[in-house]
């Protein structure tokens, strides 16, 4: 099983769509620092619909309190546009952790300092697109993890 990391997510409708990501593929989701909304936000719910009571969620005050979850921090994966590893070249297992960026930001340059380039990892786009969807995103590298995973 692998885990969902969201660093201070900024849409309330996206964190509602990955949260119900999560339920699906029965992996925990995991928030970093405070949202720019409230969790119980109908917005929330209302994507997440009645799956958000199945939801594994933890809540993590900052990075170094999220960093003391897991044992083997060697295991955390960016997920950024700034990566130089395409996330299906990588080979996960059971306990990975992807965490993906604000919306709008990303995620900080002290927060990828601190990471080797081999566990930050890209989505191939066109260069016309700034970005990917987040909830998107998420989705698209989380089926990939757990397909290794799984073997399916």
Known sequence: MIHIAL????????????????????VPLHIIGTPSFDLSEKAVRRAGLDYWSHLQLHQHNDWESFEKFFPNQNRIFLVTKYGKTIYSKTNFQSGDCLVFGQETKGLPDEIKSRYQEDRKLFIPMKTEMRSINLSNSVAIVAYEATKQIENW
Do not use: A, D, K
């Not at 997510?9 to 949260?19: M, R």
């Open 7 to 26: 660093f201070r997510p900024e849409i309330p409708q996206n964190t509602g769509n990955i949260s119900r990501l999560c339920v699906g593929l029965g």
